[in-house]
Structures are given as structure tokens and as C-alpha cells.
């Protein structure tokens, strides 16, 4: 089993900065892509971007050139810095992480991001 945590939402104005932390513990492959999703109101929960163990990352078009998305293997930790953040940012963001011969998706608890006008 794999438990995930994520940490560092809050209150913030537009065109503020957040970083969002992932912790991941348990059985753990080595191989892996981890992700930060976020679900709006009312909407569809949404990718946001992903991070594969080797490094390669993947960004939605929304946030390009806005969040950075890292990772720390050695202490099987995800981040994701968020700076010009937007009132669309608003939502929950979620961690991800899938792994195994499966391809067994992990999800933590979920993390409130809030953007003020």
C-alpha cells in the first residue's frame, strides 16, 4: 500500500506564489510518475502536470510557464510551485501517484488552494 500527504494549500492573492508538497510512504516502486490534479467547484477533477521518476515532466496548457513541478527521489517527495497564481487556480489539488505492474493509481487527501481577486 502506498499512502500519500500533501501539504502547503492555502489563502492566497492573485499573483501570489503556493508550493505544494507530496509525501509518499509504504511499498514503493522505483519506477513511477507522480502528478498534481485539482478539482474546481463544480468541474471535473483535471490534470494539472506530472513528473516521471526520471524526471521527464508534463504540463496542462493552463498552467505552462506558471507551476513547476519537482521531486526529491531520495525522500519520496513531490512538489509543485505555483507562482502568477489565478482565480482559476482556485480548487482542491489532489497528488497522484501510479505505479507497479498494474499501473495502480494512488490518491491523496486532497490539498484547498484559494485565490482571491
Known amino acids: 500500500q502506498v499512502q500519500l500527504v500533501e501539504s502547503g494549500g492555502g489563502l492566497v492573492q492573485a499573483g501570489g506564489s503556493l508550493r505544494l508538497s507530496c509525501v509518499a510512504s509504504g511499498s514503493l516502486f522505483s519506477i513511477n510518475v507522480m502528478g498534481w490534479y485539482r478539482q474546481a467547484p463544480g468541474k471535473q477533477r483535471e490534470l494539472v502536470a506530472t513528473?516521471?521518476?526520471?524526471?521527464?515532466?508534463n504540463y496542462s496548457d493552463s498552467v505552462k510557464g506558471r507551476f513547476t513541478i519537482s521531486r526529491d527521489n531520495a525522500k519520496n517527495t513531490m512538489y509543485l510551485q505555483m507562482n502568477s497564481l489565478k482565480p482559476e487556480d482556485t480548487g482542491v489539488y489532489y497528488c497522484?501517484?501510479?505505479?507497479?505492474?498494474?499501473?495502480?493509481?494512488?490518491w491523496g487527501q486532497g490539498t484547498q488552494v484559494t485565490v482571491s481577486s
Open positions: 513528473i516521471f521518476s526520471n524526471g521527464i515532466t
Open positions: 497522484n501517484r501510479r505505479e507497479g505492474i498494474r499501473n495502480r493509481d494512488y
